[in-house]
């Protein structure tokens, strides 16, 4: 078995960004696109997955699959990952706010694309992992908070985007709040077996309007009481 130093990387990213694009090619009928974004598809080319898993995974961080982080939450698959950036249309003046930061990958995605990423984890220990592997990447636009974020993060508020990468039952109204006019929130919710990908789009007057991308199944969105 390889080694991680003997592991071309880069050479995996590529391989990954295919199989990201024959994804989108295969459920266009479902995302409304054949293809996502160029600049999303070039960060992801970009980013380095591996450094966002546990050290005895690394050698898998590129499969299109989904990847325990530890406890009882995984880091996205690169399909559903794109998707989700692609979705929100990141603009780069954005502030972003993200709810589940994991070990930190889809805030790094975020953070080439948008000014500044705002990400709320609620598990101590992936926070601080998470602040860590960040800044060890040099990082300098990302804020990490250790806290509940289906209430978002209202100082910073409101934000341009929001992604949400557990999934609550229901929609957030603190989110949707938080969100400004003409933002759009990307959410996986429902119950643990009929979850639903979400794009809720706010208009000029506030009022918003949601639609459904494709069934997913993500962890639970963890609630504090």
């Given at each position: 078995?390889?080694?991680?130093?003997?592991?071309?990387?880069r050479?995996?990213?590529?391989?990954?960004?295919?199989?990201i694009?024959e994804?989108a090619?295969?459920?266009?009928?479902?995302?409304g696109k054949?293809?996502f974004?160029?600049?999303?598809?070039?960060?992801?080319?970009?980013?380095p997955?591996h450094e966002?898993?546990?050290?005895t995974?690394?050698?898998?961080?590129?499969l299109?699959?989904?990847?325990?982080?530890g406890?009882t939450?995984?880091?996205?698959?690169?399909?559903?990952?794109?998707?989700?950036?692609?979705?929100l249309?990141i603009?780069?003046?954005?502030?972003?706010?993200?709810?589940?930061?994991g070990?930190?990958?889809?805030?790094?995605?975020?953070a080439?694309?948008?000014q500044?990423?705002?990400?709320v984890?609620?598990?101590?220990?992936?926070a601080?992992?998470?602040?860590r592997?960040?800044?060890?990447?040099?990082?300098?636009?990302?804020?990490?908070?250790?806290?509940?974020g289906?209430?978002?993060?209202p100082?910073?508020?409101?934000?341009d985007k929001?992604v949400?990468?557990?999934?609550?039952?229901g929609?957030?109204?603190?989110l949707?709040?938080?969100?400004?006019?003409?933002g759009?929130?990307?959410?996986?919710a429902?119950?643990?077996?009929?979850?639903k990908?979400?794009?809720i789009?706010?208009d000029?007057?506030?009022?918003t309007?949601?639609?459904?991308?494709?069934e997913?199944?993500f962890?639970?969105?963890i609630?504090?009481h």
């Open positions: 078995m390889a080694t991680n130093e003997e592991i071309d990387f050479a995996l990213r590529i391989e990954m960004v295919e199989v694009a994804c090619r295969l459920t266009a009928s479902r995302i054949d293809q974004d160029k600049r999303v598809m070039r960060v992801l080319a970009d980013v997955r966002f898993v546990p050290t995974l690394r050698q898998f961080a590129y299109n699959v989904p990847l325990p982080i406890y939450k995984t880091i996205s698959q690169p399909f559903i990952v794109a998707l989700m950036t692609d979705l249309e603009e780069p003046t954005d502030q972003v706010l993200e709810v589940g930061t070990l930190g990958y889809q805030a790094a995605i975020l080439e694309l948008a500044r990423v705002y990400t984890e609620i598990i101590e220990e992936l601080q992992e998470a602040g592997r960040l800044r060890g990447l040099e990082y300098d636009n990302i804020e990490v908070r250790l806290g509940d289906y209430h978002g993060w100082e910073h508020a409101p934000y929001i949400v990468t557990a999934a609550p039952e929609v957030p109204s603190m949707i709040e938080q969100l400004k006019p003409r759009r929130m990307v959410i996986p429902g119950s643990e077996n009929a979850q990908l979400l794009l789009a706010k000029d007057a506030g009022r309007a949601a639609k459904e991308i494709l997913v199944r962890s639970p969105l609630v504090s």
